[in-house]
């Protein structure tokens, strides 16, 4: 159980696009979900943090108008990076936090999306 | 801030050797910690975790002592296998409710 998986896996787009990456909690509710970036080498950062059905939380530092997050229902949330230029290519993970779960650090990670941006 | 950091890799073994991935944190309060193991393809998976001071964290062999002296939770395994051949993670989670990941470990366990 406590499966969450990442749509697409990997998305090489153009310079000057929007790309959308799709998180989604396959056998349980997620009231809260968590976008974090990862550089070569580097920690996961995180980016954002969503709650259904309201605007999301962005970390310091974060455009929250070049990386749009939408949590519009219970077991999906999208990550948008809009105007994408090769500073954006990163490795991008998201995690779930079951509705009702018991202490706060349990999360269910994504397998991640690899964005390339030429 | 609160930080983690955890030895460079990557870390070659043969298997049944001994296994330790150092982890040191920075924090305010009393976080707990955490190792995350993140296979090939798979998402990161919670490991094993320790709450309070002096407290283990086992789970497949692997064991985590949190030390607070010494700001540490390194990771161990008596003997390792070609199965746990993937990345490691160290994590604390924050009194802002957040986690805090260390840069990852790559281990790598030739038969």
């Known amino acids: 159980g406590a499966v969450v998986s990442q749509h697409p896996s990997r998305v090489i787009c153009k310079s000057g696009t929007s790309v959308k990456i799709e998180c989604r909690s396959l056998d349980f509710q997620a009231t809260t979900m968590f976008w974090y970036r990862q550089f070569p080498k580097k920690s996961l950062m995180l980016m954002a943090t969503s709650n259904e059905g309201s605007k999301a939380t962005y970390e310091q530092g974060v455009e929250k108008d070049k990386f749009l997050i939408n949590h519009a229902s219970l077991t999906l949330s999208t990550l948008t990076v809009t105007s994408a230029h090769p500073e954006d290519s990163s490795f991008y993970i998201c995690?779930?936090?079951?509705?009702?779960?018991?202490?706060?650090?349990?999360?269910?990670f994504g397998p991640g999306t690899r964005l390339t941006v030429t | 801030g609160d930080s983690v950091t955890q030895m460079e890799g990557p870390v070659t073994l043969s298997e049944e050797a001994f296994l330790t991935i150092n982890c040191t944190y920075t924090a305010t309060g009393y976080p707990s910690l955490f190792w995350y193991v993140q296979y090939p393809g798979e998402g990161l998976q919670l490991l094993l975790k320790?709450?309070?001071?002096?407290d283990k964290g086992s789970n497949k062999g692997f064991e985590a002592t949190y030390r607070k002296e010494t700001t540490s939770f390194h990771l161990e395994k008596g003997s390792v296998q070609v199965s746990d051949s993937a990345v490691y993670f160290c994590?604390?989670?924050?009194?802002?409710?957040?986690?805090?990941f260390g840069q990852g470990t790559r281990l790598t366990i030739n038969p």
């Open positions: 320790a709450t309070k001071a002096d």
């Open positions: 994590a604390l989670f924050t009194g802002a409710q957040k986690l805090v």
């Open positions: 995690s779930a936090r079951a509705s009702g779960a018991k202490f706060s650090y349990e999360q269910y």
